[in-house]
């Protein structure tokens, strides 16, 4: 009888993974029920579900759901939702981006992910405010640190060189 009950529950937990995936997914849907599925999956945090959720870090999503996208991605520190989030960096919204920005530089795996963003150019360093850059420099993470420490100076470096060669032309 066990058996059977583990069975028909896993049956009905698929069932509504399946259509929440579905609804968040869905242009058709309305914003407020793609919103809220969206918010309930971030609760689920499996491979699937980040998955289901990378197209709607397109530029085409409304904002306020590639915001929440972001969040949920952003706050798992599953290191392949974070990846994804930072592959899609071109597509988000400025407030989205903003909000990557804060969520990453919350865990390790997520400040890692943002210095190899840097580090690769698709995060630029004057995406970061004074505050995360200096939040960058003083993480936990010796190599986090020594990273970040690396990037700013190849950022002021490179911004004395612009600045030298405006004040040629």
Same mark, same amino acid.
């Given at each position: ?5 583990? $069975? ?6 698929? !069932? ?8 968040? =997914? ?6 407020? *029920? ?18 289901? %959720? ?5 530029? &085409?999503?409304?904002?306020?759901? &590639? @915001?929440?996208?972001? *969040? ?8 392949? *939702?974070? @990846? &994804? ?5 071109? =597509? ?9 920005? !804060? ?15 840097? #580090?690769? &150019?698709?995060?630029? +360093? *004057? #995406? ?8 960058? %420099?003083?993480?936990?993470?010796? +190599?986090?640190?020594?990273?970040? =420490?690396?990037?700013? =100076?190849? $950022? ?10 405006? #004040?040629?032309?």
């Amino acid at each position: 009888a066990s058996d059977a009950l583990d $069975a028909d529950l896993k049956r009905h937990w698929d !069932d509504w993974l399946q259509a929440t995936l579905k609804t968040a =997914g869905s242009a058709d849907a309305p914003l407020s *029920a793609r919103s809220a599925a969206v918010d309930v999956l971030a609760t689920v945090g499996t491979a699937d579900v980040y998955e289901a %959720l990378t197209p709607l870090l397109d530029p &085409q999503t409304p904002p306020s759901l &590639q @915001e929440r996208a972001v *969040a949920a991605m952003s706050s798992s520190g599953n290191a392949a *939702a974070l @990846e &994804q989030l930072v592959a899609h960096w071109k =597509g988000l919204g400025p407030k989205a981006r903003k909000d990557a920005i !804060d969520r990453l530089t919350q865990s390790a795996s997520g400040v890692g992910v943002l210095l190899d963003a840097i #580090e690769n &150019q698709t995060v630029r +360093t *004057a #995406e970061l405010d004074r505050d995360k850059q200096q939040l960058l %420099l003083k993480v936990p993470h010796a +190599t986090h640190r020594e990273r970040a =420490g690396r990037l700013r =100076g190849s $950022a002021e470096s490179n911004r004395q060189e612009d600045g030298a060669t405006y #004040e040629e032309a």
